[in-house]
């Protein structure tokens, strides 16, 4: 199981930058996704998850309104649109893959529930 985060970048405050996930090895049909961050000193917080069936998705109440979570199966790969960036955005981005494969309305945003990681992409908000 991989999983190659990348988007990040520089960006100035208001900008947009849409960061992506590619799963290998796997599928990530029927999976709960999630993006994380974690800025330093600071614990990895859910940015925005979405269920297996893509029926429901959870975000920050930091990001919402502005950061979008989508999946597309045909590439086996899962985006964040983030528009209207914060300086407070700044953050290492993770995306993570849930730990069972199932039909579920339910969301997880612990990071318990989430079995495979990416890399890790950064994300500077700065003017």
């Known amino acids: 199981v991989q999983l190659q985060a990348f988007g990040g970048g520089l960006v100035q405050p208001g900008g947009s930058l849409r960061l992506s996930c590619v799963a290998s090895q796997f599928s990530l049909y029927n999976y709960g996704i999630g993006w994380f961050r974690q800025a330093p000193g600071k614990e990895r917080e859910a940015v925005s998850c979405?269920?297996?069936?893509?029926?429901?998705?959870y975000y920050a109440n930091s990001v919402k309104g502005r950061f979008t979570i989508s999946r597309d199966n045909a590439k086996n790969a899962v985006y964040l649109q983030m528009n209207s960036l914060k300086p407070e955005d700044t953050a290492l981005y993770y995306c993570a893959v849930g730990k069972s494969q199932n039909r579920s309305p339910y969301v997880p945003t612990a990071p318990v529930e989430f079995g495979s990681w990416g890399q890790g992409t950064q994300v500077t908000v700065s003017s």
């Open positions: 979405m269920s297996t069936t893509d029926a429901n998705a």
